[in-house]
């Protein structure tokens, strides 16, 4: 029977696949298919690691005997009986044979399928054996990962993983999914994303937005309604996940994937026109990227710059050895000269909240034991609690300067102090290059206002720094006291709020007034419900996903700046400033919408 899951749309489009339910614990395990010419020598990779792990367990069993309890030894016992059991050997071979997972894929979608079933035994001791299952199961992963074509490395499952074949697409549902795993998942099998946890601005759906894949997020109860292997639809406009639906359902989204590939495709016909309002105003588009390998997406976008790298993004998925200097470099210059002499602006890393570094981090202890990491040691506060690793990363982004424009942007700078401590930091790196001969070049100076602290404090900001670029997702967050990533209260996060809006219009004013640039990075740039409203502030420079780019530029193209007049004054003055932004402009230009046929 069909059922229905709701969540939080955060990625556009309509996905339709089988599902893969994957632990949160297990996402991180290599997902891609064999040839079918390899499945023989999988299955037998499969068979040597359980051989392997046989022989640990008897091995250990001969350790142990003596005056060990004899409940010990019946466990390791009961180990060895299941390695051997029909239901997980055979069955997991059959993931291999008939679906051409790699082995540990394999395994870890029928111990899905096993502690499923143990979840519903009445029984309490069966019910306990499930961690038994759970544990041979990890014992066969870390011995696939020993054995030779591990799945672990990620340059390896992004190699093999896109080759999809004739095999039904797939979509994962998680309970949670990390930026870093989500960054992963880029050209993966999987066509859709559904997660329990998360809010719309979580870095995780953010990622999921420039995969351009549609997600939903905070679907609480996906994990418990959808079952390993479904025919799930993922509706990533509405934030419904429907499950085994019916032929006529199916039909009828499979219409709409079609009709949104259309649409896609008379955008993507923008790509060389300038955004230019109907009275003649040019607006910059900007692409928000997360490494130097999305450069050709932004400039395909027709994007005229870099407006934010997340650098942070470099430093994840590598088992916790961060980027050195050449390391960094090498990546920043890669953005700078791809772009052809269009400005990048390059974000100091934001690590910490939900971007934690990986398992092994150095910093993993203070991040991991945050009480309130959103509001703990991130950001340019993490930055300037490492000066050394800091000074790395500002040497890396000068020297990058020398082959191209670059922007260097702060973020989540908040206290005069740290104003002060980042100057310093960017002249004692440029100073150290300069000692050594080291070629650089020139940058401009950027804050983030993703705090009111600094938005509360402009002035002091614009006396300091070239630019500043307004982090919508943050300011949001802190603003309103409103966890991104928590979808508790996703339903208070609330960009509408007219004190977030008084915020953004004062920055944007003030910026302005001072001869300082001023954009927007945060996803209100890319999101066409704020696009009039932003413009009537006084914004010209939009940052975001290259995903997002046409049909913001599409919105600007039928915009007449003279006919927003007022519009600014009626948003921040009503009790509904989403009523009132929305009637406003639409009662300037009737054909607002995106998804209209006729051509801009
Ligand atoms: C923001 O906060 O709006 C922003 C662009 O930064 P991030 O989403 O990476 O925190
Ligand atoms: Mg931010």
């Not at 001969?62 to 997980?88: I, R, S």
């Not at 074509?149 to 993983?161: C, D, F, I, K």
């Not at 430093?315 to 050195?324: A, I, K, T, V, Y």
Request: charged share 25%; net charge negative.
């Amino acid at each position: 029977m069909s059922v229905q899951v709701f969540g939080l749309p955060v990625s556009r489009g309509v996905a339709i696949g089988r599902a893969v339910l994957v632990a949160s614990s297990r996402v991180d395990v290599a997902h891609y298919f064999v040839e079918p010419d390899q499945i023989v020598h999988e299955i037998a990779r499969l068979r040597v690691a359980r051989d392997v792990v046989c022989a640990e367990l008897e091995s250990l069993k001969q350790a142990v005997q003596g005056d060990t309890p004899a409940e010990l030894v019946a466990l390791l016992e009961v180990h060895v009986m299941l390695l051997n059991d029909e239901v997980l050997a055979s069955a997991t071979c059959q993931w291999i044979e008939e679906r051409h997972y790699n082995a540990e894929w394999a395994v870890t979608a029928q111990l899905d399928a096993l502690t499923r079933q143990f979840d519903e035994m009445d029984d309490e001791y069966l019910r306990e054996r499930k961690s038994d299952v759970e544990q041979v199961a990890e014992r066969l992963l870390q011995a696939l990962a020993r054995g030779g074509l591990a799945g672990t490395s990620p340059l390896l499952r992004q190699g093999l993983s896109a080759d999809q074949g004739d095999a039904a697409p797939l979509v994962l549902v998680a309970n949670d999914i990390s930026p870093a795993d989500m960054m992963q998942f880029k050209g993966s099998v999987f066509r859709g994303f559904v997660t329990e946890v998360g809010g719309r601005t979580s870095h995780t759906a953010i990622v999921a937005r420039s995969l351009d894949i549609p997600a939903v997020v905070g679907a609480r109860e996906a994990s418990r309604l959808v079952r390993q292997d479904d025919w799930v639809i993922i509706d990533g406009d509405a934030g419904i996940v429907l499950v085994d639906p019916s032929p006529m359902v199916l039909e009828e989204y499979r219409f709409r994937q079609r009709q949104g590939q259309l649409e896609r495709d008379r955008l993507a016909r923008l790509r060389g026109r300038p955004a230019v309002t109907l009275d003649g105003q040019r607006i910059e588009l900007l692409a928000n990227i997360e490494m130097p390998g999305d450069t050709p997406a932004a400039l395909d976008a027709g994007a005229e710059g870099v407006g934010l790298f997340r650098s942070e993004f470099l430093f994840m998925n590598r088992l916790g050895e961060l980027p050195d200097e050449q390391e960094q470099f090498d990546a920043y210059r890669s953005a700078v000269q791809s772009m052809r002499g269009l400005p990048v602006t390059i974000r100091t890393i934001d690590i910490g909240a939900d971007k934690p570094l990986d398992r092994m981090a150095t910093h993993k202890t203070e991040h991991d034991h945050a009480l309130n990491p959103a509001l703990g040691l991130r950001a340019i506060r993490w930055s300037l609690a490492d000066p050394d690793m800091f000074e790395v990363q500002l040497r890396a982004i000068l020297r990058a300067a020398a082959h191209g424009p670059v922007r260097l942007l702060v973020p989540m700078i908040s206290h005069p102090r740290e104003i002060q401590a980042t100057l310093e930091a960017v002249n004692r790196a440029r100073a150290a290059l300069v000692a050594t001969g080291t070629p650089h070049g020139s940058v401009t100076l950027g804050a983030m206002i993703e705090v009111p602290a600094a938005a509360l404090m402009l002035p002091r900001f614009l006396q300091h720094f070239d630019f500043v670029s307004i982090g919508t997702n943050d300011l949001i967050q802190y603003t309103l006291a409103i966890d991104r990533a928590d979808e508790a209260v996703a339903h208070l996060y609330d960009p509408w709020h007219p004190a977030v809006l008084g915020l953004i219009a004062n920055t944007i004013r003030m910026a302005q007034a001072a001869g300082k640039g001023v954009s927007v990075c945060g996803e209100m740039a890319g999101d066409p419900e704020f696009t009039e409203v932003l413009l009537s502030f006084g914004l010209r420079s939009f940052s975001m996903h290259p995903t997002q780019l046409p049909s913001i530029k599409q919105r600007i193209l039928r915009t007449e700046l003279s006919a927003l007049a007022g519009l600014a004054e009626q948003v921040l003055t009503a009790d509904d400033p989403q009523q009132a932004g929305l009637w406003g402009a639409r009662k300037v230009r009737p054909a607002l919408s995106a998804t209209s046929a006729e051509s801009p």
